[in-house]
């Protein structure tokens, strides 16, 4: 394990600077293994498990207006599918929604624009339209930025993507 | 079957200090019958009222949140009531205002209008009771009842359209009302 490059214990310790004890998720088949199942029997944490993504946006935006902050787990193909929320809520509503999506299918060290997966291919570009900063994590080495979007979306008010580039160990 | 408005003028005399959540008809309602800052309707897309109220009883659980749904809006988050049944808040009380139509959208029926039993999904999805009423005066009997109930708790109320009231989605979606909420929560 010590040489590989992403471990789910890199993500954790991040949540944990950044005050993050809910974790709103749907099971990402990038995450799910290593890091949701580990959150999920980590007694720090409180997993809220959705049955679809959309419901997830708001469940952080509720805990939100309850003082609470939170992150919320799905796979690139649920932030498709909850991109009207996303835009109604996070966006326009100005929730500090911070989204960890699972890039299923990317190519390792291959940038998402780059990626011949389609699905994948397009995030970023969707990010950029509608004014989502996003970060790519793939190393160890990147996941102090989940740190700081997590900061940065509360303090603006303003949703995140951090987008998840290979599965985490 | 209710008008509206006044299931929630009766509501309203039994208000405490109670999150209210609530969407389209009800939401413009409820701002003029029972005006508080602790009206929360910055749901942002339809079907999500449920789900921003569980987010409020998972990060407040000593405060009852009472959700205002509308039909059409929760058949687009159906599996809302399975996450809600799955976290059993028992400060969570969805009140499902049952018209049996999309309202705000011109009155289109709903599919299978008048052959849908919410309390059956919620029955299954795990909310601990459940209520299905269409009388004003049952409402105003049960009302204290159903605020006490450990939650979660469904109640399906049969309604139609009351005195009608002045529309302001720019007060629905008001950022500086939802500080405005966040604050007077966060005092609460």
């Known amino acids: 394990m010590a040489d ?7 993500i954790k310790n991040e949540f944990k600077r950044a005050g993050i004890h809910f974790v709103v998720a749907l099971p990402d ?8 199942k580990g959150l999920l029997a980590d007694p720090d944490y409180k997993v809220v498990q959705v049955c679809k993504e959309d419901e997830g946006v708001s469940i952080c935006s509720g805990l939100y207006a309850a003082g609470h902050k939170s992150v919320l787990m799905m796979q690139y193909t649920g932030f498709l599918d909850s991109i009207n929320s996303i835009r109604g809520i996070a966006v326009e509503g100005k929730f500090p929604v911070c989204i960890i999506v699972g890039l299923l299918g990317k190519e390792p060290d291959v940038a998402p624009a780059q990626s011949k997966k389609y699905g994948v291919k397009i995030i970023e570009p969707i990010c950029d339209v509608m004014g989502i900063e996003h970060h790519l994590i793939e190393r160890d080495a990147d996941t102090p930025k989940i740190y700081s979007a997590i900061e940065k979306s509360f303090a603006s008010s303003s949703p995140s993507a951090i987008l998840i580039g290979r599965e985490p160990r | 079957m209710m008008k509206r408005d006044e299931m929630l003028k009766a509501f309203a005399r039994r208000r405490k ?26 749901v942002g897309a339809m079907g999500q009222g449920s789900s921003h109220a569980l987010g409020l009883a998972l990060g407040r659980p000593d405060k009852k949140v009472i959700v205002f749904d509308g039909d059409g809006s929760l058949l687009m988050n159906l599996g ?16 499902l205002c049952e018209n049996g139509c999309y309202e705000t959208n011109g ?8 052959n849908i039993r919410f309390t059956e999904f919620a029955k299954t999805a795990g909310y601990k009771k459940t209520y299905e009423i269409s009388e004003l005066g049952e409402w105003e009997r049960k009302l204290p009842e159903i605020l006490n109930q450990e939650g979660p708790v469904f109640v399906a109320l049969k309604v139609e359209p009351g005195e ?18 966040r604050q007077t929560l966060a005092k609460s």
Do not use: W
């Open chain 1, 4 to 10: 590989y490059p992403l471990t789910a214990a890199a």
């Open chain 2, 17 to 42: 200090d109670e999150i209210v959540v609530a969407v389209y008809m009800a939401a413009q309602e409820i701002t003029h019958i029972s005006p508080s800052e602790l009206n929360y309707t910055f």
């Open chain 2, 80 to 95: 809302s009531l399975v996450t809600i049944g799955n976290q059993a808040p028992k400060n969570y009380v969805h009140c």
């Open chain 1, 29 to 36: 088949r990038v995450t799910s293994h290593h890091l949701l």
């Open chain 2, 107 to 114: 009155s289109v029926p709903l599919p299978n209008a008048g």
């Open chain 2, 164 to 181: 009608a009231y002045p529309e302001n989605f720019p007060r629905l979606y008001s950022l500086e009302h939802r500080e405005k909420f």
